[in-house]
């Protein structure tokens, strides 16, 4: 398996550690506020084995990573779903497995990159009905197949409003997520990974058709602790294209 390296660009922020919930009130969900906000909520979707998802996909600064992403169902039981990830690119070459228990319940799947995570509960990624307005905030217990480790995700959500979003696969009506997260790496010399998403879900895919991804964690014990963090995410996705299942 061929993996993205960190990023390490640093730059200086307050002094202070944010948590989730500090994050969320720190961002405002300004962008999830702008006009367009209110709307009929965007009801959970019914899934076909066959539904396909491309998106083009980049991951860093100077010289980003760049690989194309597939994903598919590839089943569908009374357990629910399973989706074959996969991503190809000059130095990507990553193919894995989620299952999905419901739409937006997540049994076993990525949440930072191309991990693959198991759940003691279902992580809830979409709680549907999506409505404007509508927020959940979930500590969810986890086990990472990367790292062997246990450990704790703390991961919230707020719904905005729609907006129309142009993809190289087309233009649709999406419905906004912003979704803040920390993750569960923090070890002796590094704070936990604190992640600030910004999701597009549009009904007529039964999926996301943008997603962009921000990250960052900060080191323990150095002069400049809790005031520099290093960025170690900042990746876009978009839609390529769309097949639905038979």
């Known amino acids: 398996m061929t993996r993205r390296s960190p990023l390490p660009v640093r730059f200086g922020l307050p002094r202070v550690l944010l948590s989730v919930a500090a994050l969320a009130g720190a961002a405002g969900c300004a962008s999830l506020d702008s006009p367009g906000e209110g709307g009929p909520a965007a009801e959970a979707p019914a899934y076909r084995v066959g539904d396909r998802w491309v998106y083009r996909a980049t991951d860093g600064f100077y010289a980003p990573v760049q690989?194309?992403?597939?994903?598919?169902?590839?089943?569908?039981?009374?357990?629910?779903?399973?989706?074959?990830?996969?991503?190809?690119?000059?130095?990507?070459?990553?193919?894995?497995?989620?299952?999905?228990?419901?739409?937006?319940?997540?049994l076993a799947g990525a949440l930072f990159d191309d991990e693959t995570r198991r759940f003691a509960t279902p992580l809830k990624r979409y709680e549907f009905p999506l409505a404007p307005g509508k927020t959940w905030n979930q500590w969810v217990d986890n086990y990472n197949e990367a790292t062997k480790k246990d450990g704790q995700i703390n991961r919230y959500v707020r719904v905005g409003g729609w907006e129309r979003v142009t993809t190289p696969a087309g233009t649709y009506d999406a419905i906004r997520l912003r979704v803040l997260m920390r993750l569960d790496d923090d070890e002796f010399w590094r704070w936990p990974t604190e992640c600030n998403y910004l999701i597009a879900y549009a009904p007529a895919v039964?999926?996301?058709?943008?997603?962009?991804?921000?990250?960052?964690?900060?080191?323990?014990?150095?002069?400049?602790d809790g005031t520099a963090a290093f960025r170690s995410q900042h990746a876009v996705l978009e839609l390529v294209a769309f097949t639905p299942g038979p």
């Open 206 to 224: 039964r999926g996301i058709v943008r997603e962009e991804k921000e990250a960052q964690y900060r080191e323990k014990g150095t002069q400049s």
């Open 67 to 106: 690989w194309e992403e597939t994903r598919e169902i590839t089943a569908i039981t009374a357990e629910g779903a399973a989706v074959r990830v996969t991503q190809k690119g000059p130095t990507v070459d990553n193919t894995r497995t989620e299952r999905w228990a419901a739409p937006g319940r997540v």
